[in-house]
């Protein structure tokens, strides 16, 4: 079997069980709540229940993907995160046996930042024009913490997207050219003491900024269509105003001749998952994607760039067309539904959630079965994560 086509066959999403308005955070910090609704584009975020982690959203995410593709065409599951759990051990190992994939598989973790669900994009691609008849699952999945209080907080949040690369995708075949970039700075970092991130969040815009135009000088260097031929921008979105802040800027610097409402349309239909569910990192730009092929508009042959950005910093550009038929392959209603699903809590039940306790015997806990997701993180026994299936509810 061979194939010169090779892009993302099937995507899906999962999130935190929770949901908190942003409205409740901007009384309590003494905000105008249109500061966050229209200055950061963001009405509401995910929060995650007691039994919820990075492990259990992505199986979450994965398990439609896994089920649909079939285990035994996925011989590798790259594990894409910043929230990592186990410092040698990687997540996807958990996902693996919740997901009932067979023993032959290969599976990692990647870590930069916000960036690295696009590197293992490009590595199963890789993959599969070696083995065309192989599918590899990507998992990408996070939880945003910053400190309660600061200007960050409202820019939380908790999201997996996990997709499926092969060759004759149903919905995005990927172009050759990638625009890739890379410069060390220090706007976005956690090290390895602390729980929450440590950000200089005015510096990270620019460096977002340069870094999305490096790549894309780059992605026309390498052969790259100008920016006038691509038709969507699916940008990372920490909050979906930098989308838009992204698009303006990088149409400047391409020298554009394009007008604000064509601008707009070409970024505004990716923003319907992310302004609900907050950053969910490495799933971000995933979920922009997902929110636009949800969108009803018919988007066959349309070509769709992917932006990435990790903060550290590494950004790609690249693009894709959307193949003919891919509506049969989207699962619209379904995401919408998992957003609906989740209930609302208040300030105080959020807080008290966020507020990072230690714990009496880190290495000996149970969790309280809260989640209605397929998986849960039932606690740890004797420093073991110990994960589970739920019975449905
Ligand atoms: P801030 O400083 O409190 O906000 O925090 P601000 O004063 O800059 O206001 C934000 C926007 O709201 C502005 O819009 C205001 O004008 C507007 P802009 O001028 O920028 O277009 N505004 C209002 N609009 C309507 N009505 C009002 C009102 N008041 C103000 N009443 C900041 C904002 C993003 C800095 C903060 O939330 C933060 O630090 N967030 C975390 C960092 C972040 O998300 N950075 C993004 C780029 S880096 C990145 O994406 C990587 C990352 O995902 C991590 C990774 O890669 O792993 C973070």
Known sequence: MSSSVIGIDDLAMATGGF??????????????????????????????????????????AALPVVERAGRERI???L??????????????????????????????????????????MQF??????????????????DIARYELGSTAEPTQGAGAAAFTVSADPALLALEPAAGVFTEDVMDFWRPNHRVTAIVDGHSSISAYLDAVAGAFDDYRAQGGSAFEAINRFCYHQPFTKMAAKAHQYLAKHAGADVPTETLTAQVAPTMGYNRRIGNSYTASVYLALLALLDDPADLTGERVAIASYGS????????????????AQIRNGTNEQILADRPRI??????????IMPRSDPSNYGNRHETRGPFRFAGVRE??????????R
Request: proline share 4%; with cysteine; glycine share 8%.
């Open 383 to 392: 420093d073991q994560r110990i994960y589970e299936a739920t019975a449905p």
């Open 124 to 141: 199963a691609a890789a993959l599969v024009a070696r083995n065309p008849a192989e599918k590899v699952l990507v998992i990408a999945s």
């Open 346 to 355: 208040d300030d105080n039940t959020y807080l008290a959630r966020q507020r």
């Open 312 to 327: 550290g910093a590494v950004a790609e550009f690249l693009t894709g067309t959307v193949m003919s038929g891919y509506r």
């Open 79 to 120: 594990f894409a995160t910043e929230t990592g759990i186990d410092q040698s051990k990687s997540a996807g190992v958990y996902a693996h046996r919740l997901l009932g994939l067979p023993p032959n598989v290969r599976v990692v973790e990647l870590k930069q930042a916000c960036y690295s669900a696009t590197a293992a």
């Open 19 to 60: 949901r908190i308005d942003l409205a409740d955070i901007a009384e309590r910090l003494g905000a105008d709540p249109a500061k966050y609704y229209r200055g950061l584009g963001q009405t509401e975020m995910s929060v995650v229940a007691e039994d919820e982690d990075i492990v259990t959203l992505g199986a979450a």
């Open 75 to 77: 011989r590798t599951l």
